[in-house]
């Protein structure tokens, strides 16, 4: 078993590296809000709720279970939003892949067909689609035909641009400077214009 080393936090890492659904909900917190803290939260709703199952999830009270995940310290910097993303996202699951996350990768016959089930998912567009991919892909060793090219530049061994490359603090870093120089440069491009 590969053991995930994003959230920087043993517990939270070992969730991650166990649950594949609480995998998925780590990549859906991972907005606008710091990679490994986004990576935590599958770890405080068990803390709070006591299980990831899809379906004890979706049929929660959408009220309560705002409530739960935007309690201090929260999921998300968006605690309540994202609540409802988390509780959609669970509700797909167990509709669609029989409570089993894992399901969208194991039995999705090419990376075309990963990528489309992944933008189907509540919160992911086509950036986040690949970036899943390139995670899995790099880090599990789930790679169906034509991963590489489907995914692009997220597939590059060795890249520091996304939660896919995170190993370790080191590259948490390295990715973090990654985007901090795309950022800037894509600001200077912008005032150029």
């Known amino acids: 078993m590969t053991t995930l080393r994003i959230a920087q936090d043993e517990r939270a890492d070992e969730l991650l590296s166990t649950d594949p659904f609480a995998l998925l909900i780590g990549m859906l917190l991972d907005q606008q809000y710091p990679m490994e803290h986004a990576f935590r939260g599958p770890a405080k709703i068990v803390d709070r709720f006591g299980s990831l199952d899809p379906a004890l999830i979706a049929n929660q009270d959408p009220e309560a279970w705002a409530d739960l995940c935007s309690t201090p310290p929260a999921i998300h910097r968006y605690g309540r939003s994202m609540a409802g993303r988390v509780q959609a996202l669970a509700v797909v699951v167990r509709d669609e892949y029989d409570g089993d996350a894992s399901r969208l990768w194991t039995t999705a016959g090419d990376a075309t067909e990963l990528l489309r089930r ?76």
């Open 118 to 193: 992944l933008q189907a998912l509540p919160g992911f567009g086509q950036q986040k689609a690949r970036i899943f991919a390139a995670l899995l892909g790099k880090q599990l060793d789930v790679r169906p035909a034509g991963w590489r090219e489907a995914i692009g530049p997220y597939a590059e061994d060795g890249s520091r641009r996304s939660v896919a490359d995170v190993v370790g603090p080191e590259s948490l870093q390295q990715v973090r400077d990654f985007k901090k120089a795309a950022k800037k440069q894509a600001k200077a491009a912008a005032a150029g214009d």
